[in-house]
């Protein structure tokens, strides 16, 4: 497809499991990003990654929180021992970053995370 | 550091009448702006962007943004709006001086068109 790809779209867990929420970019877009979007609290910048640099990890909320990036398209986003306040929409957005900061976003359209 | 106000939680309008959604940013350097929004249950979709140049930036779906520099602002207009412009708006802002190139956004702003 042409769009930012995410999956699960849905996903009900007990409170302590790991869970993992992918993302698949739009294919040539070097920079990903993962935010959080909980309940009247906005977007919240997780992690970035762009092309082979070092990603920039610093809106993880905890340890729990890990990502990965492999061959430079696919990301999965791990969240281990999951909590209830946890439970939120998880985003995924790309840009195509060749050259400049000027690129907007492309989103897809989230996985929703509810923790029991 | 990066900061981005939307003042207001929600904004109700009538259709047919002119709309506001307000911005403010905070950045060390000179900003890029950008508006997103976001319909029920869906991903958020880019609407318009400033970069540099003309300080009125048109977009999509008819919405405009008028960057000021002096009030560190970035409002989002439309002249008349529709019952279909409902949804939650996004401002965002990055630092042109970062190389990182992460965008920093609002809480969002609710927008409610009555027919």
């Known amino acids: 497809g042409a769009g930012v790809s995410q999956s699960p779209s849905n996903k009900v867990t007990e409170k302590g499991k790991d869970v993992e929420l992918r993302c698949d970019p739009i294919s040539g877009h070097t920079a990903l990003y993962w935010y959080r979007q909980s309940l009247g609290q906005g977007l919240e910048f997780l992690i970035y990654?762009?092309?082979?640099?070092?990603?920039?990890k610093s809106g993880l909320p905890s340890d729990r929180f890990s990502a990965e990036r492999t061959g430079g398209s696919v990301s999965t986003l791990t969240i281990q021992r999951t909590q209830q306040e946890d439970s939120a929409v998880y985003l995924c957005?790309?840009?195509?970053?060749?050259?400049?900061?000027?690129?907007?976003?492309?989103f897809g359209e989230g996985s929703r995370l509810t923790v029991l | 550091a990066q900061s981005v106000a939307q003042p207001e939680d929600q904004v109700n309008v009538a259709e047919g009448n002119p709309l506001t959604v307000k911005c403010t940013y905070s950045v060390s350097g000179n900003p890029y702006l950008f508006w997103y929004v976001q319909y029920p249950n869906r991903g958020l979709q880019f609407l318009l962007k400033y970069i540099t140049g003309d300080n009125l930036v048109k977009g999509s779906y008819g919405f405009e943004a008028e960057f000021n520099k002096s009030q560190t602002s970035f409002h989002l207009k439309k002249p008349s709006a529709l019952v279909s412009d409902s949804a939650l708006y996004f401002c965002?802002?990055?630092?042109?001086?970062?190389?990182?190139?992460?965008?920093?956004f609002g809480k969002g702003t609710k927008l409610s068109v009555k027919p």
């Open positions: 957005a790309s840009r195509e970053a060749a050259g400049s900061n000027t690129g907007e976003l492309f």
């Open positions: 965002a802002v990055r630092d042109r001086r970062g190389s990182q190139g992460n965008l920093i």
């Open positions: 990654f762009q092309g082979n640099s070092a990603p920039d």
